[in-house]
């Protein structure tokens, strides 16, 4: 094993060299759709390491069989690539790791509202800003840099150690389900979430789902013959709104969730309808995100959520005879909960306690996170722990970078411990 303190030269060595990184990767749009270009820099960085690369695509593996998986429509996978590099011990002598960390990032929205342009990282102080900057591309530098520190210092993990970067997290998860699909397991997962130097203890289970209302179109003049559907939408959006007030009170009997106030948190996030100004809108649909009460299988969640809707429409003439429709599209993502007492958290907090002399606090989410899909479904032990930073789906997203350094370091000493080491030339 190394000491912290040649742990901590090797990461200080090449910390100028993963601000770059950093910088670089941030510089990537790598929205839905668009994070080809990124994985390929990704998988030659990796290669260029020595690391043996796997670079795929969604459209290659077969996983809607699998639990966890999302549905999804009007999204082409054929240009979600995925990566996975592969850093094998020749001798198992520790256990093996995966480091998983997610590329895609949420629109950023009006770029005039960005002090500087979200695909142009910029420093100022402690602080590096860009979309993605913070969620979670400083992550993903602090896995990779992580390994590199080891090398720098002269060692390889004694265990193999799988480096993934996926996409979907933000709206499906189908970019993490793949590597468990493609044959990818380990004995621990580590994923460099932004988590404020925090153990994640759990996370929410979230619901996508897009909601198809009709409406008569009628000229505006004579607006008392027709029906709008924007307006409908919204009467629909409104019990939406009261059944989520409903959940809140519900989870307040949750072991580990009641601990956050009001979690429970239901978002129409995406609205489009209607031709004409002049004629009222036949039709609007509503892109929404609610989170689903832990403990809920999740189609007794979609069974009591369409209910939700359907006595909405009751009270509207035109809308009982027409309902809307739901087409759930994106997340269905179950709950999950790192419970307490794993050897895998027993390391990483010791890692921690070693970089920054203090125990570190865990936290709960009242959102999603890859973890579910490592830990939940193919029982591999899968914790978050990241840097500290802000804004991740506003304007002016940073990561702060001596909480990323520290991080680095942190996942450095996890990895030794965990993996053990051995001395490489
Ligand atoms: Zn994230």
């Not at 901590?8 to 510089?27: F, G, H, M, P, Y």
């Not at 850093?87 to 093996?96: D, F, H, I, L």
């Not at 619901?207 to 003049?221: A, E, T």
Request: aromatic share 10%.
């Amino acid at each position: 094993m190394l000491t912290i303190t040649q742990l901590k030269n090797a990461v200080d060595a090449n910390w100028s060299r993963q601000v770059e990184w950093l910088k670089t990767l941030t510089s990537f749009p790598s929205e839905r759709g668009e994070e080809a270009s990124c994985q390929d820099w990704v998988a030659r960085e990796f290669a260029g390491r020595g690391w043996s690369v796997d670079r795929y695509r969604l459209s290659d593996v077969s996983m809607a069989h699998l639990p966890g998986y999302s549905p999804v429509m009007d999204t082409d996978y054929q240009r979600a690539v995925q990566v996975v590099a592969a850093v094998r011990a020749p001798e198992q002598k520790g256990r093996s790791l995966i480091l998983q960390g997610h590329v895609d990032v949420v629109p950023a929205g009006p770029k005039a509202m960005w002090t500087d342009p979200p695909y142009q990282p910029t420093v100022r102080g402690n602080r590096l800003y860009g979309r993605g900057s913070n969620d979670m591309k400083s992550g993903v530098t602090a896995m990779v840099f992580a390994m590199d520190a080891l090398r720098t210092a002269g060692y390889a993990p004694a265990a193999d150690v799988y480096v993934q970067t996926v996409t979907e997290e933000e709206c499906t998860g189908n970019g993490a389900l793949s590597t468990l699909a493609r044959g990818y397991r380990a004995d621990a997962c580590l994923i460099p979430e932004p988590t404020h130097q925090k153990i994640l203890r759990g996370t929410l289970g979230v619901m996508w789902f897009r909601l198809s209302i009709r409406g008569r179109p009628v000229h505006v003049s004579e607006s008392e013959n027709g029906t709008n559907a924007i307006l409908s939408a919204y009467h629909v959006i409104k019990a939406l709104q009261v059944f989520t007030a409903e959940l809140n009170e519900r989870v307040k009997s949750h072991p580990w969730f009641s601990k956050l106030p009001a979690p429970i948190k239901f978002n129409p996030g995406k609205i489009r309808g209607g031709d004409w100004a002049s004629s009222t809108p036949a039709w609007c649909e509503v892109d929404c995100r609610i989170a689903v009460l832990p403990g809920t299988p999740l189609e007794a969640f979609r069974n009591e959520l369409s209910a939700v809707v359907s006595a909405a429409s009751l009270q509207d003439p035109f809308l009982s005879n027409n309902p809307p429709e739901i087409a759930w599209n994106g997340f269905q993502a179950d709950d999950y909960v790192l419970e307490p007492g794993s050897t895998f958290e027993a390391t990483m907090r010791a890692a921690h306690e070693a970089a920054t002399g203090k125990a570190p606090e865990e936290t709960l989410l009242p959102a999603v996170t890859d973890c579910r899909f490592y830990g939940r479904y193919y029982g591999i032990p899968s914790l978050c722990y990241g840097a500290s930073g802000a804004d991740s789906h506003g304007f002016d997203e940073y990561v702060e970078l001596d909480s990323l350094k520290e991080t680095t370091l942190a996942i450095a000493d996890c990895i030794q411990r965990w993996c053990g080491v051995r001395a490489v030339t």
